[in-house]
């Protein structure tokens, strides 16, 4: 049986227009421990090449602040930039694994804040949006499922959270029938 090759990103630029990229598709803020998490899926990056990344994207490409005990990424003007005009010069495999695993984790954080259920959707660069569907057990508190619904465009998207957000233990029942 022959292996696929892992691609991974190794020089300091690409993993700063990744870092950039994921902040952008997102659409929010990220923890250096998200950051952390999401770029060590598959081993995409090196743990120390994207600390050295970290260290040299502030006050140019990202905002640093302090969150909860935890750094935290936002991009400044120039950081969004970059990720429009170069995201595509990173391999399409990675910015696509990068971004899903960016939606779970970041969804699944937002679970951690005593919620049964978490909703964000993030748009990528053609258009299209990923939803991330958390959604706790009600008499343990762990997770119960974890979807992800890709759609062709933002108001789908928009639509979609909006229904489930509307009554999120009928969407859960829904599943846990669906699912029987």
Not at 9 to 31: A, F, M, N, Q, W
Not at 72 to 95: C, H, I, M, Q
Request: charged content about 30%; hydrophobic content about 35%; overall charge negative.
């Amino acid at each position: 049986m022959k292996t696929v090759p892992r691609i991974t990103v190794k020089d300091t630029h690409s993993i700063r227009i990744l870092v950039c990229h994921l902040i952008y598709s997102l659409g929010c803020p990220l923890k250096k421990q998200q950051l952390i998490e999401i770029t060590s899926l598959e081993q995409a990056v090196n743990y120390f090449d994207l600390i050295e990344a970290l260290d040299g994207m502030e006050e140019n490409l990202c905002t640093v602040s302090e969150l909860d005990g935890d750094t935290l990424y936002a991009n400044t003007k120039l950081g969004d930039a970059a990720a429009r005009e170069f995201s595509s010069d990173l391999p399409a495999s990675v910015r696509e694994k990068m971004f899903e695993e960016a939606v779970k984790v970041y969804t699944r954080d937002a679970m951690k804040k005593d919620k049964l259920y978490a909703v964000r959707y993030a748009e990528s660069l053609d258009g299209s949006c990923t939803i991330g569907i958390s959604i706790k057990d009600d008499k343990t508190g762990k997770q119960k499922y974890y979807l992800n619904i890709c759609t062709g465009d933002k108001d789908s998207a928009e639509k979609i959270k909006n229904k489930i957000k509307t009554d999120p233990a009928q969407f859960s029942a829904y599943l846990d029938k669906y699912f029987e």
